[in-house]
């Protein structure tokens, strides 16, 4: 038997422990099931390694394996905490790690537990391949940054915004039948630009459409034949971080608007898109280019219902894994502070990476880079200092007719000009690489630089 | 200051309450930012929806939503427990809910915590779309169930094997360049046989290939021209169950063999598939088919690396969340128990429902089903029932051509016999769906034949 005087010391001293967070309460939730699927990814969140690599839980973590570090470029070492001087940067492709940091600090709200049983089917319960909860979250996500009309507007989701645009290609492309189409469809864009609508279109080699170069070569020539034109225009454009217009105009001409990069991380956004069709991706959005999520918004009911054509008979829609996910980062973005945190952290990196290459670049004769100017923005009600994705640089110099080697020799990795349709005199560098990356960029430029 | 008598009493206090679980103790580990995620998903797997139906995290239940429940087919209110007597039998789409409780059975071992900086590069540390520990998981699955070889077999993700038939019939095909093929690839199936061969090939409409029919249109005829033939192949034949062969042969012809159904669960395994280019789909293996993950197990180097370029131009590669859970859900299999269990629960559920179904209809001479019979399995090791995913029915009788039409009438929704490419008097019952469908199904069958 307790006497009194213990039992109420005992209790005082369990409700102080309880408050202390020493202890999760009787009171309080407790978990059950899922608490091995928690601890796993918090032992694994927890290995620093060296704040150069992370380590994954779908690296070697399961059953009892030790969890292994993937470095970052240059870093290794069980720890990733060995750099080498010697290896060149990695400002090639655009896996948008800089909003890594942004994640980290919302650890708790952005976290989703999947349970073996979620969505097995099909589809959701309207009989769709699409979350409705999810085109409610992106539609409301338009109206608050303002880039984009969605009112009235048809929503559909692909694999990235890559899977959209053949998607788009051949919802635009007349004669969708079996037979050999006697005028196919002439896919164009304007260089520089993102290469993959070139090889995407060539890849499929479809009896409906064919790839037809840029649009110069077809500027004041739309009206022939009643030839259908599809006008990829990208703004602002990859490589470059211009705001672009379509170049072709005519009855015949159709336009996929690729904006994955107009949000406030990359440009000012002077009006909200208001295109037959557009495309966003979550890649440039949230940073979640391994999701493979995009959607496109469309005003045309036949043509939106041609892409969910084409994308049930290519796969089925998109994984509920990936819905799942885009709609619990899209909700942290909605929810949280005053909703403009992720674009006020993702515009001040940018214009940072952007204003510390500039400066650099700017000592040298050698090379130089893109004009772009400070610009009103309806987003953050003020004017803004560029602060693009991309470097598009320019060797300046007669002999330098391969920019790309040119950098190379210095240990800087980027991508030809000749990938985006123009001059090897260009290469693209990206700057929404990890913090890491971008520091080897710029020590291996400042290096170059001073030798000029 | 706390006495000596005091302290040690309530250490003892605290030890015993630590081990009865009414507390998390302080040397154990302590949940930090995975709290709410965890909590969110067993809030929503707690709402029980009377057993007919399921309460999702994608559901309305964000941020304090009232979380709402998703009845099964014939069932409604709240808590879907309103059962509605007229409503039809869902017997049509091929959603594996029939797995559904086996996942709930391993709750916690098959849960996935996802946190928000999980992989959101492009690339996994190999610099490929493809988890390499996922294809290990794969091939040690494919080892231990004994239904296809993998040694020194190329393997590549899909969404769903449905994009890996398309990408297949592009590496299969010739001239897959700029200019109009003179000599397209001839896409072939035998009837009856999954419409998405045919629907899939139109689509996409290429100068490559192009759909031809059913395979006796050119059974001795493969040799014209140099042509090549790519015949698709199911076995288990989907919608039949039946184990098929390749009906074309000759040099020019090569065949996409999908197995999506060559699991315990729906057949006997006589031998590994061991054939150029193997399908499978998670979908009819752990029942997710949300998921949309597929694989391809290729012999050919050049195939294999024709399906990456084009499963990279088409959505590169697949989400990291399916692949993730997919490791989970596989993981689960491979470390649990006898490594039997999934088997032994996907065959004798179909069974059972197989036995229910054929014991009613064998007292009706107006329907008939497929004959299948027992038959050595290897991995059971011994001679198993038939445990088809799907019934193909047939209306017997002369009046009754439209046997979809006789059996909508009769509150029981399949799907017609010409969607196969095969006779009308056909109509496909999908057995894979959940017990409730199955159930309903049984009761309309028992009525109906009843009044033969």
Request: hydrophobic share 35%; glycine share 6%; proline share 5%.
């Amino acid at each position: 038997m307790m006497s009194p005087i213990y039992l109420t010391l005992t209790i005082s001293i369990l409700i102080s422990l309880c408050s202390s967070n020493l202890f999760v309460c009787g009171t309080e939730w407790k978990p059950t099931w899922s608490t091995g699927a928690a601890e796993e990814a918090e032992a694994v969140a927890a290995i620093p390694c060296s704040g150069h690599g992370r380590a994954y839980l779908d690296g070697l973590v399961l059953n009892g394996h030790e969890p292994v570090c993937e470095c970052n470029p240059c870093y290794s070492g069980s720890d990733c905490s060995n750099f080498s001087s010697h290896c060149a940067a990695n400002a090639g492709d655009g896996d948008p790690y800089f909003l890594e940091p942004f994640w980290m600090r919302h650890a708790a709200s952005s976290a989703v537990l999947v349970s073996g049983w979620h969505r097995m089917g099909y589809t959701y319960s309207d009989g769709s391949y699409i979350s409705q909860l999810l085109v409610d979250h992106i539609k409301k996500l338009h109206e608050i940054v303002g880039n984009a009309v969605t009112d009235g507007r048809y929503i559909v989701f692909g694999g990235g915004s890559t899977q959209l645009f053949n998607a788009a290609v051949y919802a635009f492309s007349p004669n969708n039948n079996h037979s050999s189409s006697l005028n196919p469809a002439k896919v164009v864009a304007t260089a520089p630009h993102f290469p993959v609508y070139r090889t995407q279109t060539e890849l499929f080699n479809s009896r409906d459409y064919r790839y037809e170069g840029d649009t110069s070569l077809w500027k004041n020539n739309t009206d022939n034949n009643g030839t259908t034109f599809i006008e990829f225009v990208t703004s602002p454009n990859n490589p470059d971080g211009k705001l672009t217009k379509a170049v072709l105009e005519g009855p015949n001409v159709k336009t996929i608007n690729d904006r994955a990069y107009y949000w406030p991380h990359f440009t000012p956004l002077p009006s909200p898109a208001d295109d037959d069709l557009t495309t966003f991706t979550i890649s440039k959005l949230t940073g979640h280019a391994g999701t493979r999520f995009g959607w496109a918004i469309i005003k045309d009911k036949g043509v939106y219902e041609k892409m969910l054509t084409y994308l049930e008979l290519n796969t089925v829609g998109i994984s509920r894994e990936a819905q799942l996910r885009a709609l619990k980062l899209l909700n942290v973005i909605l929810e949280e502070g005053d909703r403009k945190e992720i674009f006020q952290f993702g515009y001040s990196t940018m214009r940072d990476r952007w204003s510390r290459l500039k400066q650099i670049i700017s000592k040298s004769k050698r090379f130089s880079l893109q004009k772009l100017s400070p610009q009103y923005c309806t987003f953050f009600k003020r004017v803004r200092d560029p602060s693009p994705a991309y470097a598009w640089l320019k060797c300046e110099r007669e002999e330098d007719k391969n920019c790309y080697e040119i950098l190379k020799a210095a240990g800087i990795n980027g991508h030809e000009g000749s990938m985006y349709s123009d001059d090897d005199r260009y290469v693209r560098l990206s700057l929404i690489r990890s913090q890491d990356d971008f520091d080897i960029l710029i020590n291996k430029f400042t290096v170059l630089v001073a030798k000029d």
